[in-house]
């Protein structure tokens, strides 16, 4: 969740970069100073409800920031999706694997559902 809380706090610090603040009234203001302010101490859960109802307030705000947040999840899955072992030189080539069936062949199955013990079976029905 944590994660989750870092990114919306981003999205909104970027989105206020963006944005000027000063078209707002100063009560807005002042509440945007005090949660930027209280998020550089962290992003908790009740400073995350404090800033998408801060954003609420006022529509192109709003827009900016889920933008961002929209970006910013994107590059995040963009990353998640390139994670992966890097192609060392080393690795030996396909052909240089040899054999990939190491198995030993399995032997032939003695129960009484085989093909020659139906087989059997049927000729003698046949012949009775």
Known sequence: MQATYNLRKQAFLLA????????????????????????????????????????KKCEPLKQLYDTQRLNLKKQQGEQERSKGFPVKSDNPKPEELGSTNTNPPTPPSNNSNSQSTQSTQSTNKSSK
């Open 16 to 55: 206020l970069q963006q944005f000027d603040i000063s078209t707002l009234s100063p009560e807005l203001q002042q509440e945007i100073n005090v949660l930027c302010d209280a998020l550089k101490e962290g992003a908790t859960e009740d400073r995350i409800k404090q800033l998408e109802n801060l954003v």
